[in-house]
């Protein structure tokens, strides 16, 4: 399932169907809360749709998430959710997924909102994206 839903974000996403796109991270996220792809995915969508307020204040909520998974106290044993959510961003970053584009749109966001480390990270998941599958 997870994979259908990447490869229908990286459809509707180069098909410029950002409003597509939308229901399909909203989607994701009923499946798997905070699942971190979704969540990253939808504020670039609001965003491409001008609605910036709302993406900023998703991409405030990634970011807000990313800190907590990555504290000493949340490293236990991985809840569904959390493996869900790590399988979700695996399929998002797989060479050829077709968001390396999304990726690349992302990491500008995010330096844009001044968090320099996310965006290193978007545009690492860019170049996994769009390397060449052999």
């Known amino acids: 399932m997870t994979?259908?839903?990447?490869?229908?974000?990286?459809?509707?996403?180069?098909?410029g169907n950002l409003e597509r796109m939308e229901v399909i991270a909203r989607s994701m996220l009923i499946a798997v809360p905070n699942d971190m792809v979704a969540l990253q995915f939808l504020a670039l969508a609001l965003y491409l749709r001008g609605r910036?307020?709302?993406?900023?204040q998703l991409f405030r909520r990634y970011v807000s998430l990313s800190a907590k998974s990555s504290s000493p106290q949340?490293?236990?044993?991985?809840?569904?959710?959390?493996?869900?959510?790590?399988?979700?961003?695996?399929?998002?970053?797989?060479?050829?997924?077709?968001?390396?584009?999304?990726?690349?749109?992302?990491?500008?966001?995010?330096?844009?909102?001044?968090?320099?480390?996310h965006a290193v990270r978007a545009r690492r998941a860019a170049i996994t994206a769009e390397a060449i599958h052999d």
């Open 3 to 15: 994979l259908a839903l990447i490869d229908l974000l990286a459809i509707f996403y180069q098909n």
């Open 52 to 56: 910036t307020d709302e993406a900023y």
């Open 74 to 117: 949340q490293r236990q044993l991985p809840t569904s959710c959390e493996l869900a959510a790590n399988a979700s961003y695996q399929a998002a970053i797989r060479p050829g997924s077709g968001l390396a584009k999304g990726w690349r749109g992302i990491a500008q966001i995010l330096a844009k909102l001044g968090y320099v480390r």
